[in-house]
């Protein structure tokens, strides 16, 4: 990326005596993984574009417990979760936005219960706002017209209800949008969730990501959208496992969005 | 001596509701073996969820054929049971047809419970071809051999007998018949018996009215012992079904505890616990019995269908893995059934009997296969939380047996040492920024 991206820390702001209007949780994913360090940089440049008054914790922010807790391991979710809980206290949080759908459900759904409330938004529904009040514009994009199939989150469709504002984000983008013959409610999982991204799978006849990944090749996509930085590892590789990689890119909706804005 | 089969039928009635009333109590004994949970909250909520998903049916109908037609046995088995009310008070008094003197209405009545056997008799027949036949895939799975899967045919034939000793009951009742209403379809049926003497026409009549009944009594008691429970605890089970986002779990309160004063650092962690904190402790995190998950969870495995909805959507399933939804729910109510006889037959006391839930029915393998991603949650027609079984026993092997994959305990590690489930520091968690 060509241009610097502002990324201020809750440090800083209070440094500054500054108290920023949303907290940008990154996750551990889009801190570290190579492939989500690029979703969090679009979405970065699309909050810095529309002006958002936003502030990373930055090296303060430790991993959600998220996948301890799927895992099993309870003890180590809730000391994750009380040692953020106390770093975005201190801070004052009120309202989250994160582009990790695992992150977005234990935030909202996990915090509350052990002393941490916030209004928490995943990124789709934040963006799908800044569109709406006009802070971000939706030119034309080079993926104008392509074929494009959408993936839903386990932990942002199923778990939370959040069907709509993905795909009110695709409309925008005037592509040739498909549904696949599993989705929304009834959406397959791509295989990540439940800790299973940290391990190999049980043994079966096949990947979950290889089947889901067949589900979207039923709808010839040029692109494959997701809204997860797990799912889009799991559907990466599901495209490269069936050879695809050269035809199909697997693309997060910021991405997307980013690369439209003008 | 005319009035010995009112006599006989008060000692049936008498004996059918009193085995029923009986393992109702068992039922419930066994329920009440779960933990303790909270379903206080959201009233409206829960009464809506038990009107829109058990009476109204609502999530039957997402795979529309065998909805429709459930919908269909389930409407006519309600109504045509208002039937049986006439036939305790006939059967009781020795009155024949006692609510035919309100008149027109009663042919009205019967017309359309005639109508509706009609087609609870077709629906039970295509459920038995789809089963047997068809053989769509979710019935024949690895779990449903033996008595699952006969359960579930003696089931559909035992509808067919009563649907249609419903109808030979009226067909051969030559009062009914003269009264010329309400026998839209037996009057088709009639002429099949016009050739036999009178005499023989009645005990036809009285043989299918009591085989009826009796019938009726047999299946009540069959329920208990059949995923057939579910005609009546689907009612219960939407109501204490959960009202939380799917993905939102449960945080152990006995946790949040020890988390607490470990990071308190006002706490001296060498100070003797306060009066009575030990017994606040529990004995166990997580579940690897059925004692150790919750009521709501038990009242699931009993409520089960066993209809393989849940299974049919699992992708751990669908990719060939061991895990089944379906399973977990089964194991979990075959293994309470066993602790239930072993406390009936150790005078109300469990007796260590050397068995669990976890290794005994429900494998690490099958466990460790889930990926938390609610399919099941979502596709089960009445409620069932397969996954929160899952999770609980993973809590299990993890807190308790340290029993985890070997790479989910490097995935532990790491974000115990570094906040992040990969190998990477801390410090450099911002590093993306620049890059
Ligand atoms: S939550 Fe687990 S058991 Fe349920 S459908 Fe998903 S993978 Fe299967
Ligand atoms: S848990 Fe629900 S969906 Fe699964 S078999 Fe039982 S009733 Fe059917």
Redesign the pocket.
Known sequence: MSEQLKVPTMQEAMAEGRQPDYLFWVGSAGAFDDRAKKITKAFVKLLNKANVDFAVLGIEESDSGDAAKRAGNEFLFQMQAMTNIEVMNMYQVKKIITTDPHDFNTLKNEYPGLGGNYEVYHHTQFLKQLISEGRIKVKESEFKGKNVTFHDPCYLGRANDVFEAPRALIETLGVNFKEMKRSQRTSLCCGAGGAQMFKEPEKGDKDINVLRTEDALETNPEVIITACPFCNTMMTDGVKAKEKEDNIQVMDIAELIADAED | MSFIPNILFALALIAGVGFFAKNVKKLMRNIKLGQDVDVSDKKSERWRNMAMIALGQSKMVKRPIAGFLHVIVYVGFIIINIEVLEIIIDGLFGTHRIFSSIGSLYGVLIGSFEILAVLVLVSVIVFWIRRNIIKIKRFWKSEMTAWPKNDANYILYFEMVLMTLFLVMNATDIPFQNMDSGNVISQFIAPWFSSLPETTLHIIERSAWWLHILGILVFLNYLYYSKHL?ILLAFPNTYYGSVKPKGQFSNLESVTKEVKMMMDPNVDPFAAPPEGAENAVPAKFGASDVQDLNWVQLL?AY?????????SECPANLTGKKLS??KI??DTRDRLEEVGKNIDANNGEFKEDGKQLLDDYITREELWACTSCNA?VE????S?D?LSIIMDMRRYLVMEQSAAPVELNNMMTNIENNGAPWPYNQMDRLNWKNE
Request: net charge positive.
């Open positions: 579910h699931n409520t089960c269908t066993e209809c393989g909805r849940c299974t939804p379906r729910m089964m099941c596709a089960c027609p009445v069932i397969p």
